[in-house]
């Protein structure tokens, strides 16, 4: 966050879900949830542009996954509607959702220690407003090949949506970072391999980008 910013930064909790893209469903073997399915990220695999993502040693098997993030601006709360949940979004950034799969199959689909090590959370340090996010993108890249790409109006539930479902069980809080899932397309991050993850407005412009190099441990 830049300085001045009326959000805090590290942000207060991040959000993440989890299917909804369907075809990333389906790649993992995994059935289409009928309602959003999300977990919390650990605030202290955090890190900005340009920082290391480690590889830890216990895994054999970590991917990449690029995401969309909506920044919330004003409280939400139960019983919020999914346009007035909508309606406290600040600005829009993206994440990369880096998870040791292998550890996650291990523990039987659960996502706390695949995707809670150290700097397995690299986000974005732009803040963008998005005005149509329907016509939005976002996309995962490694070493300059394009892995994901995926417009956001294939999401399975609006941000709105999202938000209100997240609001009935967590209050939200300004700063609080939401990120919406990841499309097809996941696969392996290797040390020495770079990975960028960008959101991409309605022109084909650059929203928010963060990228990162790969190093073991």
Known sequence: MSPGSPLPW??????CLARTFGRHALELGNAIPTEPLYFLKAPSAIIGDGEPIRL???????????EAVVVVGAPIRQGASPQEAEAAIAAWTVLNDVTARDLQRA?????????GFDTFCPVAPQRAHVSDWQACRIQGWVDGELRQ???????????????????????????????????EGVGPLLAGQSVRVTL???????????TNPVVQG
């Open 10 to 15: 590290p942000p207060p909790k991040v959000v």
């Open 149 to 183: 790409d995926g417009m956001l109006s294939d999401l399975l539930f609006s941000p709105g949506e999202i938000l209100s479902a997240v609001a009935a069980v967590m209050s939200l809080a300004p700063g609080d970072l939401v990120s919406l899932g990841t499309p």
């Open 107 to 115: 523990d039987q689909g659960r996502f706390t220690r695949a995707k």
């Open 56 to 66: 830890p040693s216990i895994s054999r098997e970590v991917h990449h996954e690029a």
């Open 200 to 210: 991409l407005g309605p022109d084909g412009d650059v929203l928010a980008q963060v």
